[in-house]
């Protein structure tokens, strides 16, 4: 690991958590941690802390398959996978409630990640410290880490079992509503920002910060139209510009794995190549990003998820300053003619001319991609993951200001800093030919709607962004979204817009689960 030691600690974890089981001839073993033996020390704190993060080291994260759900579920992306099942769940076919890549594996790892969370809430304040703040820290960052969990389950289910507490293997869980599971990811937000730090010393970066819980909490209140209280955490970190937070002047910074935990990051997943063995909970267990393999072309990946040829010609509408294209698209996307529009960078991929026999016409995503450096792809990228960038930050400030009542005047301030970076150099909005969106307020929130698809596509925002603006819910809006992704054609208003609950939960929970409406 770059920073967090978390490997041996998830092992550990496991450990902890199957240690109540035993075999068939009952047998315990004297050297196996229990719960009963281990939550004794600011040590076991540490290390139980240390397996939570460690469980963002899972196919059902944005280590894999998540990004499934997020890119390629949206109009940026799509798949092409000869595996029709995982190709047929981005394109809302969804037959199996069970299939584990498209949907189980994400409920299990992110309600595992949660069990692990709540054990360190559980046990941690019975332990004695030196030093409360360290110990506050330690409930901070577990706090924090169980809201991004509730986050997801509320944005691809929009309700799930709410548990608070570590439970055995005879719990039956209940299903709470959407707003019970965002006003859980509020409280543990607004206890975790006032427990965590500003900064981390070099020894522990990667761990949340104050700046991470403000960004999320504002993110959860966004998804529930609460703008105004969302402004308010935003401002935190806006004022803190120049100090703590800042965009970088090349855009690349924020996706290679050089410079990275660097002033625009906000929260990213540490990743690196140094383990390369399963996902499982043993010493070698893989510590790289794996998306990349299935992103990158024929030959050098498996080409399963590909962008959508929208934003090649929404990326193209304006020149930069100097008269070139906007290099994001460069840094962003891989296709044919891209030689042509940006013949001052390196025209190859991977090291190597277009394939026109294997690649054709398709657009393939180079962000994230380790390209940069090296001739194929595998499963042990050392890329960070950025999931939350300040870049972000100004455009989700920039949405809250129009939507309390400010003019589009005064956000587009906020717009023009991502615009303007010194690498991307487009001219301002007032000065563009998208001047227009200053007009009012409904022509400025369209025109950022693509801002936001331009900086962050293929970043796993863009679904929470159309549920929020609500393009889900209308026939106008799938339309519109059918305009760009033939796989809308497949949507169906008031089903698609969240998953089924995995069956087989369904099927255990005597009950106390019922399958979402539509399927």
Request: contains cysteine.
């Amino acid at each position: 690991m770059k920073r967090i030691n978390i490997v041996i600690c998830g092992l550990l974890a496991t450990l902890v958590y199957t240690s109540c089981s035993h075999d068939l001839l009952d047998i315990e073993n004297p050297n196996e941690p229990t719960t009963g033996t281990f939550w004794k020390t600011e040590d076991d704190a540490q290390k139980g802390l240390d397996a939570v993060y460690s469980r963002f080291y899972k196919e059902g994260t944005w280590m894999r398959w998540l990004s499934f759900r997020y890119d390629l579920g949206s109009d940026e992306g799509w798949s092409t996978s000869p595996w029709n099942e995982l190709a047929d769940w981005t394109r809302f076919n969804y037959v199996n409630y069970n299939f584990w890549e498209g949907n189980n594996q994400h409920w299990e790892d992110f309600y595992v990640s949660i069990f692990r969370a709540n054990q360190v809430l559980h046990y941690v304040p019975e332990i004695s410290f030196t030093d409360d703040t360290k110990k506050n820290r330690i409930i901070g960052q577990a706090e924090f880490l169980r809201a991004l969990w509730y986050f997801q389950v509320a944005t691809l289910w929009e309700k799930g079992a709410l548990v608070l507490e570590p439970k055995d293997g005879s719990y039956k869980p209940e299903e709470v509503p959407e707003a019970r599971l965002w006003a859980q990811v509020e409280a543990d937000l607004q206890s975790a920002a006032a427990k965590l730090p500003e900064s981390w010393d070099a020894d522990n970066r990667g761990r949340a910060t104050i700046g991470a819980a403000k960004a999320l909490l504002a993110k959860a209140y966004m998804q529930q139209h609460k703008f105004a209280e969302a402004k308010a955490e935003l401002q935190w970190l806006i004022d803190k510009e120049n100090s703590l937070y800042g965009l970088m002047d090349d855009y690349m910074d924020n996706f290679t794995h050089y410079n990275e935990n660097n002033k625009e990051s906000i929260f990213e997943i540490q990743f690196d190549d140094k383990n390369k063995g399963g996902t499982g909970n043993d010493a070698s267990m893989a510590t790289g990003f794996q998306r990349t393999q299935f992103y990158a072309p024929g030959g050098i990946g498996w080409q399963d998820g590909k962008a959508r040829a929208w934003l090649v010609g929404e990326y193209k509408r304006e020149k930069n300053l100097s008269g070139e294209n906007d290099i994001r698209l460069y840094h962003n996307l891989y296709y044919k003619t891209s030689p042509q529009d940006f013949p001052d960078e390196n025209p190859l991929i991977y090291g190597r001319k277009w394939d026109d026999g294997a690649w054709g016409d398709h657009m393939f995503i180079r962000k994230y991609s380790t390209g940069y450096y090296r001739d194929r792809e595998d499963y042990f990228a050392p890329n960070n993951y950025r999931l939350i960038r300040y870049a972000d930050i100004l455009l989700m400030y920039a949405e809250c200001i129009v939507e309390t009542g400010g003019t589009p005047t005064e956000a587009a301030v906020y717009v023009n800093k991502v615009r303007t970076r010194l690498s991307t150099n487009l001219p301002t909005l007032q000065n563009s030919i998208f001047a227009n969106a200053l007009s009012s307020k409904d022509a400025f929130l369209k025109r950022l709607q693509m801002e936001r698809a331009l900086e962050l596509c293929f970043e796993g925002w863009r679904w929470a962004d159309l549920k929020r603006w609500g393009l889900l819910d209308t026939q106008e809006g799938i339309d519109e979204l059918k305009s760009r992704d033939g796989d809308f054609n497949n949507f169906i208003l008031g089903k698609h817009k969240r998953l089924p609950i995995p069956q087989i939960e369904v099927d255990n929970s005597d009950g106390k689960l019922t399958q979402n409406p539509g399927y």
